[in-house]
C-alpha cells in the first residue's frame, strides 16, 4: 500500500471512531460528507433530539497552528458576517476522543440539497428560480464584502437551498474557510 493511501485509511479509521463519540453536547450520529480540509457529522442533541452539522478539521491538520487558526477564523468570519443566507455556526472547539485530538465546529443542520445536486438533476433552472437564488447569493456577499470578507470558493458545492417558510429555495451559502 502506498503512503496516500495508508494515509488515508489511518483518517478513516479515525474519523468512523467519531460515530457515537460526543462532540460538544452532541452525540455524533452520522458522517454526512467529507472535503479536503475536514469531514461532516451528522450530529443530534440526546435530550432536546436538536440535529446539528459537525465539521471535523482532518488529523494531519491539527497540529498545524496555521490551519486551526484559519479554521476557526471561518467560523468567526460567519458570525461576523450575520446574514440569514449565511451557514449559521453555532460552536467551535477542541475534544479528546481517546488517543486523537479533534478541532471542530458546530453549524445548524441544512435539511435540504446543495445546488450542484439540484443542477445536476434540473438544469437549467426557469429564469425565475435561477433569479431567485442568484438574488440571495449576491445579498450574502454584499453583506460579506461589507464586513471585509471575500468568500474565495462560491460555486454550486458551496450553496445549499433548503425549504424556510413559504420559500422551498432559501440560500444558504457554505464554507467560508478560505475566505
Known sequence: MNPADMLAQQQSQAQQTLIGATIG???????????????????EHPLIGKKVAIKVLHDEFVS????????????????????PNI???????????????????????LAGEGLSS???????????????????????????????????????DNIYLVPRGQDPNFVKVLDFGIA
Open 118 to 156: 439540484l443542477l445536476a438533476r434540473e438544469a437549467p433552472l426557469g429564469p425565475d428560480r435561477a433569479l431567485h437564488v442568484l438574488r440571495q447569493c449576491a445579498d450574502c456577499l454584499r453583506a460579506s464584502h461589507a464586513k471585509g470578507i471575500i468568500h474565495r470558493d462560491i460555486k454550486p
Open 25 to 43: 453536547n452532541y452525540r455524533v450520529i452520522s458522517k454526512l460528507g467529507e472535503g479536503g480540509m475536514g469531514a461532516v457529522y451528522l450530529g
Open 64 to 83: 498545524n497552528p496555521d490551519v486551526v487558526s484559519r479554521f476557526f477564523n471561518e467560523a468567526k468570519a460567519v458570525n461576523d458576517i450575520g446574514h
Open 87 to 109: 451557514v449559521d455556526i453555532i460552536d467551535f472547539g477542541q475534544v479528546q476522543n481517546g488517543k486523537q485530538n479533534f478541532v471542530y465546529f458546530i453549524m445548524e443542520f
